[in-house]
């Protein structure tokens, strides 16, 4: 059992927050934080390269690359989940960062459910390699989440895995606030 972990029900759904490595959960699809040449490189995309192995980077290479904001979804070579879903978040600086983000969470979140997936976990896109602040971050996912689930999904369960103790206090005290 994680050390850190919230539960809270959201409109049927139970949104979750975890300290951890997205690795490890027992979910039907982890989200990398992707860039648009899909080039697995670190953060959460080496944890991916190196536990799922080689398929899920030749998979992405089949499909060339996806736009800041969007999303695809390939295999999960030898990971316990069965899809990872590569989702590109802006890079700080690069302007509209904000729309961006919120953008690639939704695109993340419909394609789970479009592939009729009931479980997704989701790292804080954007916050390591990309430069984004993560008290920002963690308002902007968890407001598209929370804005997600009132329109309808068959997903039961959206886990937001966040990698160290500041990260996953920064996403509870935003959590705790509210949503407006
Ligand atoms: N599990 C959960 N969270 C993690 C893990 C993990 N195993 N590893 C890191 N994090 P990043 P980005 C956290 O850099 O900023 C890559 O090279 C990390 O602490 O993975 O969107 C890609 O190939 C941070 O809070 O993604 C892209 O080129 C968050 O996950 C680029 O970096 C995101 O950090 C994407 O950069």
Redesign the pocket.
């Known amino acids: 059992m994680e050390k850190n972990h919230v539960r809270i029900p959201m409109n049927g759904t139970v949104l979750e927050l975890i300290e951890g490595?997205?690795?490890e959960l027992e979910v039907e699809a982890i989200v990398n934080?992707?860039?648009e040449k899909l080039?697995?490189?670190?953060?959460?995309?080496?944890?991916i390269k190196k536990k799922g192995g080689p398929t899920i980077q030749a998979e992405c290479k089949r499909i060339g690359g996806t736009g800041v904001g969007t999303a695809v979804i390939t295999g999960a070579g030898e990971l316990d989940a069965k899809h990872v879903i590569h989702a590109v978040?802006p890079k700080m600086g690069d302007g509209d960062e904000d729309r961006k983000l919120s953008s690639a969470v939704r695109s993340a979140l419909a394609l789970a459910d479009r592939h009729g997936l009931k479980s997704i976990a989701l790292?804080?896109?954007?916050?390591?390699?990309?430069g984004?602040p993560?008290d920002r971050c963690a308002r902007i996912t968890l407001t598209e989440i929370h804005r997600y689930l009132q329109g309808g999904t068959k997903l039961e369960r959206v886990v937001v895995?966040?990698?160290?103790d500041d990260?996953f206090k920064t996403f509870r005290q935003e959590l705790r606030r509210g949503f407006r």
């Not at 895995?161 to 160290?164: A, D, H, K, V, Y």
């Open positions: 490595d997205i690795t934080a992707a860039n080039e697995l490189g670190s953060g959460v995309a080496g944890a978040g790292p804080a896109i954007s916050t390591g390699v990309y984004f993560v895995c966040l990698f160290g990260s």
